[in-house]
T-cell receptor
Framework: GENVEQHPSTLSVQEGDSAVIKCTYS??????FPWYKQELGKRPQLIIDIRSNVGEKKDQRIAVTLNKTAKHFSLHITETQPEDSAVYFC???????????FGKGNQVVVIP | NAGVTQTPKFQVLKTGQSMTLQCAQDMNHNSMYWYRQDPGMGLRLIYYSASEGTTDKGEVPNGYNVSRLNKREFSLRLESAAPSQTSVYFC???????????????FGEGSWLTVV
């Protein structure tokens, strides 16, 4: 089955700087890649996703890039703010497979 | 529109006791899921139901059973709780049945379960 790995496990950034989290996946047939944000004590919520037919997608301060050849995708957060502090999960899915494979999560800490 | 609702939010069980976690969604979604979340382990799939009347094992199904009661409800049962089942449990739902459809997974608020 699909195996998704995230790096680094913890990332600390100064407020205002950019943060980048990278995920790798194993199944070249995967074609849907969402990112979820989980604040402490709360549920994971989708923040952005990308399909394999595009290489980049942006939504205000966040963006996701996909490199299908290398089988990795990354979350980019610009102008980080304290409210960006959370655990971020990436996931991958293959068409026809009803299951999302999640990575183990990245703890992002934004230092004021 | 409440989304995904799960109960109870908190529960303490003694080893060997049984309990059922209830989950309901009001978004008319076809697929429903149960995950457990442990520190450093991410979200691990216990069981899922692609559509009403079907259930399948995920990564960590041992010690659990599920019932897709109808399209709205998907319950998770611990028949004989063990300390290793201490975790946060999330129910989730998704509109589509195909992984590549791009449909968002919506999570419930979580159930904190402690087995002593």
């Amino acid at each position: 089955g699909e195996n998704v790995e995230q790096h680094p496990s913890t990332l600390s950034v100064q407020e205002g700087d950019s943060a980048v989290i990278k995920c790798t996946y194993s199944d070249s047939a995967s074609n849907y890649f969402p990112w979820y944000k989980q604040e402490l004590g709360k549920r994971p919520q989708l923040i952005i996703d990308i399909r394999s037919n595009v290489g980049e997608k942006k939504d205000q301060r966040i963006a996701v890039t996909l490199n299908k050849t290398a089988k990795h995708f990354s979350l980019h957060i610009t102008e980080t703010q304290p409210e960006d502090s959370a655990v971020y999960f990436c996931a991958a899915s293959t068409y026809g497979n009803n299951r999302l494979a999640f990575g183990k999560g990245n703890q992002v800490v934004v230092i004021p | 529109n409440a989304g995904v609702t799960q109960t109870p939010k908190f529960q303490v069980l003694k080893t060997g006791q049984s309990m059922t976690l209830q989950c309901a969604q009001d978004m008319n979604h076809n697929s429903m899921y149960w995950y457990r979340q442990d520190p450093g382990m991410g979200l691990r799939l216990i069981y899922y139901s692609a559509s009403e009347g079907t259930t399948d094992k995920g990564e960590v199904p041992n010690g659990y059973n599920v019932s897709r009661l109808n399209k709205r409800e998907f319950s998770l049962r611990l028949e004989s709780a063990a300390p290793s089942q201490t975790s946060v449990y999330f129910c989730a739902s998704r509109e589509g049945a195909g992984g590549g459809s791009g449909n968002t997974i919506y999570f419930g608020e979580g159930s904190w379960l402690t087995v002593v």
